[in-house]
Nanobody
Framework: QVQLVESGGGLVQPGGSLRLSCAAS????????MGWYRQAPGKERELVARTISGGSTNYADAVKGRFTISRDNAKNTVYLQMSSLKPEDTAVYYCNALITTSQAMGVVRSYWGQGTQVTVSS
């Protein structure tokens, strides 16, 4: 069993900053990638940022230069530092991880967190 637990969402004014955290726990053998997606009302879920084992990262064009993803491998935790927030960043942010569990070696599965609300408004 694997769980992803997110924290750090909330209400912030335009131009402000927030830091999201997502910790993975359970019978984890390895984590191939961790990332953040978001879904605004009436829109499809979209990739925000992702970090892959080995250190490479990629970002959605809309957040480049404003958001930074980082990962603490020892803690199985991924962070999203969000700066210069805009009203259009308002969404539910979901953590995602590609994980191999100790019960299913060689099988990579996608796991999702429960989501955390980020609201950017004055």
């Amino acid at each position: 069993q694997v769980q992803l637990v997110e924290s750090g969402g909330g209400l912030v004014q335009p131009g402000g900053s927030l830091r999201l955290s997502c910790a993975a726990s359970g019978s984890i053998s390895s984590i191939n990638a961790m990332g953040w997606y978001r879904q605004a009302p009436g829109k499809e879920r979209e990739l925000v940022a992702r970090t892959i084992s080995g250190g490479s990262t990629n970002y959605a064009d809309a957040v480049k230069g404003r958001f930074t993803i980082s990962r603490d491998n020892a803690k199985n935790t991924v962070y999203l530092q969000m700066s210069s927030l805009k009203p259009e960043d308002t969404a539910v942010y979901y953590c995602n991880a590609l994980i191999t569990t100790s019960q299913a070696m060689g099988v990579v599965r996608s796991y999702w967190g429960q989501g955390t609300q980020v609201t950017v408004s004055s």
